[in-house]
């Protein structure tokens, strides 16, 4: 195993691991953030020297073709939809938050309904979705960027203005 790969290993397991760390842990075990470490990249060994090598030697690109080769084509949707379930999940969360957010801290004190607010983000989400191509990606990159950022300026605002 060359240097660099294990390095990488490492940089990724202590990323991560710092992730899933600030997500939840036990706040009186003093050494709960080392074993997430230590976890996190025993789990990115496991895949880099075992899933890659066979993802590799059976010409794979995902897990999901390896459940529809090893275990059939009903595997391989069972474990894609699963995935694909989790994805829309994720974004319904993100979008909500966001939405919520821009409710509280800006159209509240416009008088603006929750309802509206969902409304004209799903209208804003539809009109560059329709655009299509690359240039939209790059716009609807930019525009999540700027909510998340606006949203977490308004929470640091909120917070300093609570404190004092």
Not at 63 to 74: E, P, T, V
Not at 99 to 128: E, K
Request: charged share 15%; hydrophobic share 55%.
């Amino acid at each position: 195993m060359s240097w660099f790969i294990f390095a990488l290993i490492c940089t990724l397991g202590w990323g991560c691991a710092d992730l899933f760390y600030k997500m939840g842990t036990d706040e009186k075990d003093k050494h709960s953030h080392l074993k997430i470490a230590v976890w996190v990249g025993l789990v990115m060994g496991l895949v880099a020297f075992i899933l890659l090598p066979l993802y590799y030697r059976l010409n794979l690109t995902t897990i999901y073709s390896y459940l529809g080769k090893r275990m059939g084509q009903r595997a391989y949707k069972t474990g894609a939809s699963f995935f694909l379930l989790s994805k829309m999940a994720g974004a319904v969360a993100r979008f909500y938050v966001v939405c919520m957010i821009l409710q509280q801290f800006v159209f509240d004190a416009m008088g603006i309904p929750f309802v509206a607010t969902i409304s004209m983000m799903v209208v804003l989400i539809w009109l560059y979705t329709r655009g299509g191509g690359i240039k939209t990606l790059v716009w609807t990159d930019t525009f999540q960027t700027l909510c998340l950022f606006s949203a977490l300026l308004l929470i640091i605002y909120k917070v300093i203005g609570d404190l004092g």
